[in-house]
């Protein structure tokens, strides 16, 4: 446990300055956010094995059942998200922290980069793998909340922006929880992120190609 303290130092730390340099809110916020999730991915690539995740494909039911259920569970999440919380709580500041980027090629593929795959990959890698404690039922619960809120601070630093972000990572936790099998979030992290953002990116290179 100890030793898992002093691993979660440098990331907790790291996470502090990304929220304070994302409040200050300078011009291209898309840099900081690249930057933030790089490192994270960085710091945890021990725990991420391109060789281990592609076995993981061969599993219809030890891998691809559980994806299948939890990206239904983070659609239902999604769902709550908006219609339970969010439209219940219209003009209330949420203080997500947005995302400012370049409007150009590059800017796209960093953004792209970043929201497609950095974001879930790393996330999935600190808030799950390297927190979650199963020393016991009690280490067990503490630290899936305490995921829970750190992710949910990475997104928004209001409490309305911080419980919907928790909401959605609720399917994510409860995956790696039940399974101890990192790959499974991650993918259907991957595959939400793809589903919410690629329309708009593909319109966006689109008018780009159009000028």
Not at 71 to 83: D, E, G, P
Not at 165 to 185: D, E, G, K, Q
Request: with cysteine; hydrophobic share 55%; charged share 15%.
């Amino acid at each position: 446990m100890k030793s898992q303290i002093k691993n979660l130092a440098f990331p907790i730390v790291w996470e502090l300055l990304f929220i304070a340099f994302s409040i200050i809110k300078p011009f291209k916020t898309l840099y900081i956010f690249f930057v933030f999730y790089l490192v994270l991915l960085v710091y945890y690539s021990k725990d991420f094995s391109f060789a281990e995740y592609s076995r993981n494909f061969r599993s219809f039911k030890k891998f691809w059942i559980p994806v299948v259920l939890t990206a239904v569970a983070t659609q239902l999440a999604y769902i709550i998200k908006q219609n339970l919380i969010m439209d219940n709580f219209i003009g209330v500041l949420d203080g997500t922290y947005g995302i400012t980027w370049e409007n150009s090629y590059i800017g796209e593929f960093l953004y792209a980069i970043t929201l497609l795959f950095l974001c879930p990959v790393s996330e999935e890698l600190f808030f799950r793998k390297a927190l979650m404690d199963f020393d016991s039922a009690t280490s067990a619960m503490l630290t899936f909340v305490l995921g829970l809120v750190l992710c949910g601070f990475s997104y928004a630093y209001l409490p309305l922006g911080v419980v919907s972000a928790m909401v959605l990572a609720i399917p994510y936790a409860i995956a790696f929880f039940c399974t101890r099998n990192i790959y499974i979030p991650i993918t259907v992290h991957i595959l939400f992120m793809m589903y919410q953002h690629i329309p708009s990116i593909i319109i966006d290179v689109a008018r780009i190609s159009l000028r």
